[in-house]
Nanobody
Framework: QVQLVESGGGLVQPGGSLRLSCAAS????????MGWYRQAPGKQRELVAG???????NYADSVKGRFTISRDDAKKMAYLQMNSLKPEDTAVYYC???????????????WGQGTQVTVSS
């Protein structure tokens, strides 16, 4: 079984910072792309940032210059550093990873349970 567990969410004032972490555990052979998504109330889930196994990154236009995604493959972790937070960043943030459990098996998408980020004064 594979699990993704997010942590680091919470309540922060506008202009503040938070660092989200995503820990992958279980029977894992390799992790390909990893990403952070978010879903605000009444809105569709959207990609916030993604990072490939090679370290290439991409960001939603709304977070460019403020958020930074990174990963530590030895620890099977992904991170999202969020700076200059705005009220519109309020959402549940989900970790996503494309994981191969065996060398001979295809990879599958896995999701964490989400962590709430609230930006409010």
């Amino acid at each position: 079984q594979v699990q993704l567990v997010e942590s680091g969410g919470g309540l922060v004032q506008p202009g503040g910072s938070l660092r989200l972490s995503c820990a992958a555990s279980g029977s894992i052979f390799s992790i390909n792309a990893m990403g952070w998504y978010r879903q605000a109330p009444g809105k569709q889930r959207e990609l916030v940032a993604g990072i490939t196994r090679g370290g290439s990154t991409n960001y939603a236009d709304s977070v460019k210059g403020r958020f930074t995604i990174s990963r530590d493959d030895a620890k099977k972790m992904a991170y999202l550093q969020m700076n200059s937070l705005k009220p519109e960043d309020t959402a549940v943030y989900y970790c996503n990873a494309d994981i191969r459990r065996r060398s001979w098996s295809p990879s599958y998408d896995y999701w964490g349970q989400g962590t709430q980020v609230t930006v409010s004064s």
